[in-house]
């Protein structure tokens, strides 16, 4: 696939694509954010048109990849738990305190059912606000984390 992903004077992403065609106010998406983060990713007009597509980030030329990865990245907010540090009450409602990849954070869990398991290893958890939170790999993690989520699952 060639074209260029640059940002506009207003600093919004824009398409050049292989013919020399403008696309203005592009956002770039994942497929599969959670389950295949590196495979799939479209860039999608103001309409939600496919201007193009991507099979595998890995293959795509450096600095386009470099400019793909930050549209993403400014586009998807879902932190990912290392840690869980404290758990008020191993019922819920309870309030926890977790270090995520952005930082060490506090939400209620308001019920069991707002844990789901999407793979084997792999759980997503909505917070009382909305706010999902990922664990990749629940078996990578922590025996302390383990055997405090192990009580909700």
Known sequence: MSGDLQRDALGRWVWTD????RHEQVVVVRAYPVTAPELGAG???IEGHELAWFDRLDEVEAE???RL???MQEREFLP???QLKSVSSLVTPST???QTDRGTTR???KGEEDIRRLTGRVLLINDADGVQYLIRDLAAMDRHSRKLL???L
Not at 18 to 21: K, N
Request: net charge negative; proline share 0%; hydrophobic share 50%.
């Open 64 to 66: 386009l990849q470099t």
């Open 150 to 152: 192990d009580r909700f």
């Open 80 to 82: 990912e738990i290392q």
């Open 69 to 71: 990865r930050e549209a």
């Open 43 to 45: 860039v999608m007009d």
């Open 18 to 21: 292989a013919q020399g065609v």
């Open 96 to 98: 926890w305190t977790v």
């Open 107 to 109: 939400f209620m869990l």
